[in-house]
């Protein structure tokens, strides 16, 4: 492995993950219903939480790990599963900003779907997402995919995170606990994309165990990272409530290790996570640079 | 077809009610999580509303179109997409009882999931009843079927009418809108369960189509049923707050059209399922005695 690049030698990258997002962005267009469509209200609400302004990073897992493994950019069943793991973490999104949970006014700058719309067809909306994202996965015909996801998603995944979250809040919680609650409410989602990618282009055996260490590594640094960032940054250029973890007694990194330790932890994280993809050469380029891009928004 | 019976001779359906319901509180059992299963409140929540004394009408729908189609009662597939169809029908229950939705307190006779637990769990506890059906449907391995539910489920079905329901909340309503509203949020999974069962012992082209007809008309009357004895029942012999539709300005039928019409409409949506299935002979005898039972109720 190279040395660790700065952000300036990312360009390729960052070009990369402007045509996943595209990609995304049309598939996303045409997979879910236009506002007209009967009821408008929760179309409205969908499209409005879906296109507002998220950095497609699972898509770019997705389409990443499928072409690492021999899959063609932009085949349809790609686009479809990255447009489909992207409503699924726009779901989780949704739900999570919801008064009972963490109830956030903003995110990414923008009123939640909650604010902009009304708390029961935020719940529907958020619900409709998840329902449709499964009948995309559906429409790729892969059964192994839509297991994948699900068991990702569900409560030994994803929305465990979300429930030991939830509960962890202003209690003193030890590594373990926020260890649990970021490899489940991120990284799970994370992991699942990137094998759903190697799935469809028809990995197997090792190739997929190193890409699910790979994307275990990843996605906690991501979350290591995202807490750092809710630290240190201001509202502004978050797009968020800055330091709302803090105040609300959330579980993050910084609060049990500090933050010199939680940067060192995420250097350590992406260096396995490098590790992990190795064996892929020049094929893992991107994923390679899209670990490095996590690294560097807090060097 | 013969005569309409009376509950006294609906004996045999009662039995084969008990032998589902016990079959698919087995299966649910299977796959659902143990309590103490890490995060064990979440657990708890899902495993209490799964068990909350739910009649398994859905179920019963894909057990009856199964056999009715050649299949055999009690295969491992349908009972799983028997467990599959409960657990989406108990996730819409519990959003559907949410404060920010219908806020109701009690189903059924017991306290709704956010009053038993708390409003984020409730979230939560739905959200993960909907990904493990999803997880469930996977591991039996038919796209069809997952394709049929996801599509049934939608905002062009059980969610669009759900949106309707709430929107139309005080509102004056026409009968167009009260026939969409339980065309999807009642009769969409209803026609899906048994679609589902039929899809999987085999079916295809015409008997697809006239068990589907069964299916809209067989729900619509459940729904329509359920309208008049929310009026005229009390809150004992229902379990839940009897006239409360009437008292939250809900679209219902009898509100449109009155008692009386709502139950001649009620016999001449069964008269119809009853045609729909004649093809089937006596392999129809369940399906003809389950729509026979949801009349009953008001005779």
Chains 1, 2 share one sequence.
């Not at 999104?93 to 995110?107: K, N, V, W």
Request: charged share 25%.
């Amino acid at each position: 492995m190279g040395e660790m690049v700065e952000m300036s030698e990312l360009g390729e990258l960052m070009e990369y993950v402007k045509r996943v997002s595209d990609a995304t962005n049309d598939t996303l267009e045409r997979v879910l219903p236009a506002e007209a469509v009967y009821p408008p209200s929760i179309h409205k609400l969908m499209r409005y939480s879906s296109f507002a302004g998220g950095k497609r990073v699972r898509p770019c897992m997705v389409m990443a790990a499928y072409e690492a493994c021999g899959g063609k950019f932009g085949d349809d069943k790609a686009l479809k599963v990255a447009a489909a793991v992207e409503m699924l973490h726009t779901f989780s999104l949704i739900h999570d900003d919801l008064p009972c949970m963490d109830d956030d006014d903003f995110r990414r700058g923008k009123p939640t779907a909650h604010k902009a719309f009304n708390e029961a067809l935020a719940v529907l909306g958020g619900d409709a997402l998840c329902i449709l994202a499964f009948e995309v996965l559906a429409s790729v015909g892969r059964i192994d995919v839509i297991s994948e996801i699900a068991t990702a998603l569900g409560t030994g995944g994803m929305i465990g995170g979300q429930v030991v979250d939830i509960e962890s809040e202003g209690q003193k919680v030890d590594r373990a606990t926020v260890e649990y609650i970021h490899m489940n409410k991120t990284a799970a989602l994370i992991r699942a994309s990137i094998r759903s990618g190697a799935l469809l282009a028809g990995a197997a055996g090792d190739v997929l165990k190193n890409l699910s260490s790979y994307g275990n590594n990843v996605g906690l640094a991501f979350q290591v990272v995202d807490d750092i960032l809710d630290e240190v940054s201001t509202t502004e250029t978050l797009g968020k409530d800055a330091g709302s973890d803090l105040e609300k007694g959330k579980a993050t990194w910084p609060s049990v290790v500090g933050i010199e330790k939680s940067k060192s932890y995420a250097q350590e994280l992406i260096a396995k996570a490098w590790a992990d993809i190795e064996f892929l050469g020049n094929k893992g380029k991107i994923l390679k640079d899209l670990a490095e891009y996590i690294r560097v928004r807090i060097s």
